[in-house]
């Protein structure tokens, strides 16, 4: 039983490797030829380190990279601490109804949520036609940096509105293992105030669950193109964004430092979360020191519901601006200070053919595709290690969320001229097979721990009587797991609909899908138009997580003990 | 109109070139063109689309827009296939191109041609040496390029707000002081931000001549001195103070739209006209120009020179020379942008076409648009934009 096992991991590893890590590397091999300077096509043929001095010396080049340590390490904590006070606040006592209303958030793409979030807070935006004239005496709007501030506070919130639900999601998911109950009873019992059981004693055992997945956010804040380009400061931009600027520049001779750059970047990442481990280290020793203190305060708790209130402020602003791309994509004209449109239209709408029927079917075919090839993958993986009876070791673990924790920039423009040598670019199976490097990852996040959580016995059971590892996998196994499955090819759908520069660069511009479609025309900036992509956009995975929910109770509906589910 | 063009076509069949272009034809037939276009502008995307419509019943060429953020996009897939070694069969059949991207390409010898000059319609061009559509940028084109609309840059404005829009570039800075950040333009590394200062340059450069021959240090200094004091003077007064700037026209656009600003600009004089047909801005909404001219160009369409689909490209370049096709871009409710073929050169019944357009009364006449002044070198744009991030990205 072991050596089968061992096969069938033997295989996953090597798809894994054949199909993702190799090409990452090939991919950082071309970027890193034209860093150090040879790039034949441009007629760039000697090795040097001009393009890192071009780099240095870039207008912009330091604030860029501060921005980007501000915007990214900034927004991971805040996300950490927010998602980890609200979690204390709601545990148990309104958990069902917030991961409801978590979903359209989670759905939503960062880039339909970006621009919603631009117009809400944007001093002509809605908040301010909500208050104007009569609150603010504004007939028209003040010059106020609302959004594009030069500290990165838009794109700051932005990022939080995205993080703390995935990171709620996540701790969910990782309290699940852990006896919550019975510890936060103990604690009360031994004088300590709600909050403070939560910070000595629930979280420490969190923390190690949910690393991974917040060292996954940590490296997606610091390398976010689409969101910091609406939200972000533009003059200079972060430096994620400053690199795509320079790669896309009328003078081509910049694509040697763009190059440097997104080299670069994978080392900011690297360094980011290097300090990050060394500050665990520290907040480990003061926080035993802090334990062994043994204060039972109850200070925590204004603190929980400061960390409650402003979740709820962001969620709110999340929703808002969801629901102001659904009202705009029903306007005809809306200026300044109406809260409402003065007039109505179903232009946008009305005229799919000119693009949005195509791309919502490319979406679809892609995303589909996409999930359910990332599901086979990781049953097959997740099935193997059950075979082999051991967990997962540390390469392994490494492998397979490394897209994620590598930033996209880095490799990507490699990897087009890789798939380009091979014949593969510009068409739906060299998209499929991009979007994969992020969609597969996320489908192992979610279905993991549902799947070492599953209840053994049934499955001694089935072997007692007979059954074949196989047969056990298929009979047992996957039916008890049809609502984390459900949920993974949700989370995986969604991510595939989200792609941005995947789509971009493997498809050669010419698979449109929602979310390229909806960057292009945000450059554009009819909100109508965008409006009508985003609602599509978000629309999309949100019907998917809403099938996750409503297929496995339909299938289970004379089965009462699964549909909780293996949750 | 297809009369029209039928009879156009049988004037000079039976010339050599003419027999070549039949050759084109049929080598076209069939093929399915990518064109990599600027995806922002939903008026040029739908005119794309009537575009394949018409060239897939007359020609049998189909046209699939490739919607790009930003044209340097498509410059780098044909640098990434280069790189790859794929020298033929390339992803990227023709290119909405001008300016310092088209040096670029031809500098590197990443364009096919010359074709432009050979294409049927283009007898309705003047080619001279020194007009419009042989030159861009002040780079010779040498049928690397062929021509398809007309660019002029122009400001919008709400005629409701302001009631004396400025007279020039210097009275943008009159209008700042008794206005402080109504003012911005377009971020510099976008073509419409670094076209802003190019119009400025234009104005205060002591020496207009030598923004026509290559950028050097020396030349550099002399013709930005006034533009940096100008230049100095505004950015605080501008909004945001002049720290952050919009992403493109379109997003100032919509700020101007927002009231957040009391200013737009564009590179289409029908610009107003038609945003408001869309809904886009109010029905106040009008353009002007500097009163001495303000800078035109042409917008180009190019093919790589490993482009899949060569033949069916040069088939949609020439069918967007067609005088009923030029006609049609005119049309203020399809695109409004000024035709690019010498009037003198077409016959009473082509010239009919023009004449008998829509009007709007937030199009301009032809006469207020004034002169039309020259790009400078491109070098100078590529100089102009390195030197305002050293100044002012900080």
């Known amino acids: 039983m072991k050596a089968d096992g061992r096969a069938l991991r033997g295989v996953v590893a090597l798809a894994l490797l054949g199909g993702f890590v190799l090409p990452i590397i090939a991919g950082f091999a071309q970027t890193a030829r034209a860093a150090f300077g040879v790039l034949p096509a441009i007629s760039a043929v000697d090795w040097s380190l001009d393009a890192w001095r071009a780099l240095l010396d870039l207008p912009g080049f330091g604030t860029n990279l501060r921005l ?34 978590l979903i359209p958030l989670l759905a939503a793409p960062h880039a339909a949520l970006a621009i919603g979030l631009a117009f809400l807070l944007t001093p002509s935006g809605w908040i301010a036609r909500m208050l104007s004239p009569g609150v603010t005496g504004w007939d028209r709007p003040p010059d106020l940096a609302t959004v594009n ?27 699940g293992q852990l006896p919550v109950r019975g510890q936060l009873a103990a604690g009360r019992a031994l004088g300590y105030g709600r909050g403070m059981v939560w910070a000595k004693v629930i979280l420490p055992q969190v923390y190690p669950l949910i690393r991974l997945p917040i060292f996954i956010v940590l490296a997606f804040s610091l390398s976010v193109v689409d969101l910091a380009i609406i939200l972000g400061p533009s003059n200079p931009p972060t430096f994620s964004v400053a690199i795509v600027r320079w790669f896309s520049a009328p003078d081509i001779a910049l ?28 907040a480990r020793r003061v926080g035993l020191w802090w334990l062994r203190r043994g204060g039972r305060g109850h200070s925590a708790g204004p603190g929980l519901w400061v960390a409650g209130g402003m979740v709820a402020v962001l969620f709110a602003l999340g929703i808002l601006a969801l629901l102001s791309l659904l009202v705009w994509s029903f306007a005809w004209r809306w200026s300044f200070p109406q809260a409402l449109p003065q007039s109505w239209s179903m232009r946008a709408w009305m005229t799919p053919g000119a693009g949005w029927g195509d791309a919502a079917r490319a979406t679809i075919v892609i995303g589909v595709a996409t999930m359910l090839a990332s599901l086979a993958l990781a049953i097959a993986w997740l099935e193997g290690e059950d075979r082999a009876r051991r967990g997962r070791a540390g390469w392994a673990q490494v492998m397979i969320y490394l897209p994620l ?33 992020f969609v597969f990852p996320y489908v192992m996040i979610a279905l993991s721990d549902p799947w070492r959580a599953l209840d053994r016995q049934h499955l001694r059971a089935a072997a007692a009587l007979g059954a074949s590892p196989w047969r056990r996998l298929v009979a047992v196994k996957l039916p008890m797991l049809v609502r984390p499955l459900m949920v993974a090819g949700a989370v995986g759908f969604a991510v595939s609909v989200a792609q941005y520069l995947p789509t971009l660069f493997m498809g050669a511009g010419r698979v449109a899908t929602l979310t390229t479609e909806a960057v292009t025309l945000a450059s554009g900036s009819d909100r109508r138009i965008v409006g009508v992509y985003a609602v599509l956009q978000a629309g999309l995975p949100f019907l998917a997580y809403g099938a996750a929910l409503l297929v496995p109770a339909l299938v289970y509906r004379n089965r009462r003990g699964l549909q909780g589910g293996a949750r | 109109m297809r ?20 050759q084109t034809l049929d080598a076209a037939r069939g093929q399915t063109v990518y064109w990599n276009a600027w995806g922002g502008d939903a008026r040029t995307n739908a005119f794309i689309v009537w575009v394949g419509e018409q060239t897939e019943a007359k020609y049998g060429v189909k046209v699939e827009q490739v919607k790009l953020t930003d044209t340097a996009t498509a410059v780098t897939q044909v640098i990434s296939e280069k790189a790859a070694g794929k020298d033929s069969g390339g992803s990227v059949d023709m290119i909405w191109i001008n300016g310092p991207n088209f040096l670029s390409m031809k500098e590197q010898g990443l364009l096919h041609g010359p074709f432009a000059t050979d294409l049927p319609n283009a007898r309705y061009l003047d080619l001279g040496p020194d007009a419009a559509a042989s030159v861009d940028f002040t780079v010779p084109v040498e049928g690397y390029e062929s021509a398809w609309r007309l660019a002029r840059f122009v400001f919008t404005y709400d005629s409701a707000v302001v009631t004396e829009p400025p007279k020039d570039m210097a009275g943008f800075l009159d209008y700042a002081q008794a206005n402080p950040g109504r003012v911005t333009h377009p971020d510099v590394s976008n073509f419409m931000g670094s076209t802003f200062l190019k119009q400025a340059l234009v104005e205060f450069a002591p020496d207009k001549a030598a923004l026509q021959a290559p950028v050097t240090e020396e030349a550099f200094a002399q013709a930005t001195g006034f533009l940096w004091q100008w230049y100095d003077a505004l950015r605080p007064l501008m909004w945001r103070e002049g720290a952050t700037f919009p992403e493109n026209q379109s997003v100032q656009q919509q700020m101007l739209n927002d009231g957040e600003v009391d200013f737009g600009v564009s590179f289409d004089p029908a610009s107003a006209a038609g945003a408001i047909a869309e809904g886009l801005l109010p029905d106040t909404a009008r353009v002007f120009v500097p009163r001495d001219g303000s800078i035109g160009n042409i917008s ?20 967007l020379l067609e005088p009923a096709t030029q006609a049609h871009q005119q049309n203020i409710e399809v695109l409004g942008s000024f035709s690019v073929l010498d009037a003198t050169k077409l016959n009473a019944e082509e010239a009919a076409l ?5 009007s709007s009364p937030a199009l301009p006449r032809l006469a207020d648009l004034g002169p039309t002044l020259l790009e400078p070198h ?3 744009m590529t100089k102009l934009v390195e030197a305002w991030g050293e100044r002012y990205i900080k």
């Open chain 2, 300 to 319: 180009f369409v190019a093919i790589p020179y490993n482009a899949a689909n060569r033949e069916g490209a040069e088939v949609v370049a020439n069918f």
């Open chain 2, 378 to 380: 491109a070098s100078w």
């Open chain 1, 255 to 282: 694509i040697l430092p763009a190059s440097a750059a997104a080299l670069m970047q994978v080392g900011v990442v690297a360094g980011a979360i290097g300090l990050w481990i060394v500050a665990e280290g520290v």
């Open chain 1, 68 to 101: 980007t340590l501000v915007t990214g390490v900034g927004s991971t904590v805040l996300a950490l601490v927010l998602a980890a006070g609200f979690v204390a606040l709601v545990y148990g006592r309104w958990a069902g109804l917030m991961g409801r209303a």
């Open chain 2, 354 to 358: 023009f004449a008998n357009l829509p």
């Open chain 1, 149 to 175: 501030d030069g500290w990165g506070v838009a794109l700051i919130i932005g990022l939080l509105i995205k993080e703390v639900p995935f990171l709620l999601l996540i701790m969910g998911s990782a309290l």
């Open chain 2, 3 to 22: 009369p029209l063009i039928i009879a156009a076509l049988s004037l000079g069949l039976g010339t050599p070139a003419l027999a070549d272009w039949q």
């Open chain 1, 405 to 437: 924790l590598v930033p996209q920039i880095g490799f990507l423009y490699g990897l087009n001229v890789l798939f380009l040598q091979m014949g593969i670019s510009g068409g739906m199976l060299a998209v499929i097979w991009a979007q994969m490097l």
